[in-house]
């Protein structure tokens, strides 16, 4: 798209400008011919250029009013893309998607809101696969090792219901403008079949938000003496010793894996 924009710093636009990184990206969604891609903030269409007439369907959700105005225009009467004007932490795009579950994910995201939008998108029903371009610092968290020191509530929050790699950085110079920090390309697969229940999830997300609030703490103080878990000490016993961790363990020692077995023994 060749329409002058000035990028608004309110809604931390930063436009990628290296076509390499745009296929490469584009290639790591391993989209077929008749696959449905929603795109995130697709700006002046860096991505869409490599997605439109390569897949079956394409719903792009773009805040910028003069950007979506440009893709409104450029996709006229094309049955195959369909342009949702708003954010997307409050509009439903999934109402214009044939099928969440096998819905393919892509998008440079704003850095301020990385982590709601991550955890919007792996709200139920969550779509096959997410490649997102992310801050450099926020895919070393959702990657981070069990016991190191950038794992932490959102590296549980994200393992527990999806595996995740992170593919390859993205230095700043490839954006204009250009930003203060790298980023990197994290590719997230939701596990089919779900491996918890609607309740336990719910349960979970409780008790690691908890675990790290204290994160200095061992875990059986965090059972019994947190106000959002308060379990007795049998309770909390019983709840460890099913999730495989320890009393004394601090949160940080403890895998996602983990994590679930614990949230589910607590209900």
Same mark, same amino acid.
């Given at each position: 798209m060749t329409t002058p924009h000035r990028a &608004?710093?309110?809604?931390? $636009?930063? *436009?990628?400008?290296?076509?390499?990184? @745009? #296929? &490469?990206?584009?290639?790591?969604? %391993?989209?077929?011919?008749? =696959?449905?891609?929603?795109?995130?903030?697709?700006?002046?269409?860096?991505?869409?250029?490599?997605?439109?007439?390569? +897949?079956? #369907?394409?719903?792009?959700?773009?805040?910028?009013?003069?950007l979506a105005s440009a893709l409104e225009r450029r996709f006229a009467g094309r049955s195959d893309v369909v342009v949702i004007r708003g954010d997307v932490l409050q509009v439903d795009p999934l109402a214009q998607v044939r099928d969440p579950e096998d819905l393919l994910v892509i998008g440079n995201?704003?850095?301020?809101?990385?982590?709601p939008i991550l955890f919007r998108l792996l709200e139920r029903p969550r779509p096959r696969r997410i490649?997102?371009? +992310? $801050? %450099?610092?926020?895919?070393? #968290?959702?990657?981070?090792?069990? !016991?190191?020191?950038?794992?932490?509530?959102?590296?549980?929050?994200?393992?527990? +219901?999806?595996?995740? =790699?992170?593919? *390859? !950085?993205?230095?700043?110079?490839? *954006?204009?403008?250009?930003?203060?920090v790298d980023s990197a390309i994290v590719r997230i697969d939701p596990f089919r079949p779900e491996r918890t229940s609607a309740a336990?999830?719910?349960?979970?997300?409780?008790?690691?938000?908890?675990? *790290? @609030?204290?994160?200095? &703490? @061992?875990l059986g103080k965090i059972l019994r003496d947190h106000p959002d878990i308060m379990a007795d000490d049998e309770v909390a016993a019983a709840a460890v010793a099913s999730a495989g +961790?320890?009393?004394?363990?601090?949160? %940080?020692?403890?895998s996602p894996e983990a994590f679930v077995r614990l949230a589910t023994s607590l209900g």
């Open positions: &608004k710093k309110s809604l931390g $636009q930063n *436009f990628l400008i290296d076509p390499n990184l @745009q #296929r &490469k990206i584009v290639a790591a969604l %391993e989209a077929e011919p008749t =696959d449905e891609v929603l795109e995130i903030g697709p700006g002046h269409g860096a991505l869409t250029d490599h997605l439109e007439g390569n +897949v079956g #369907r394409l719903v792009l959700v773009e805040l910028d009013d003069d995201i704003p850095y301020n809101i990385t982590t490649v997102l371009m +992310v $801050q %450099e610092d926020v895919a070393a #968290r959702i990657a981070a090792p069990v !016991g190191t020191r950038a794992y932490g509530a959102l590296s549980v929050g994200v393992r527990s +219901v999806a595996s995740v =790699d992170r593919l *390859f !950085g993205v230095g700043r110079r490839s *954006f204009r403008p250009v930003p203060r336990d999830e719910a349960r979970l997300r409780v008790v690691v938000r908890a675990a *790290f @609030q204290w994160r200095r &703490k @061992q +961790v320890e009393l004394t363990d601090r949160p %940080e020692r403890v």
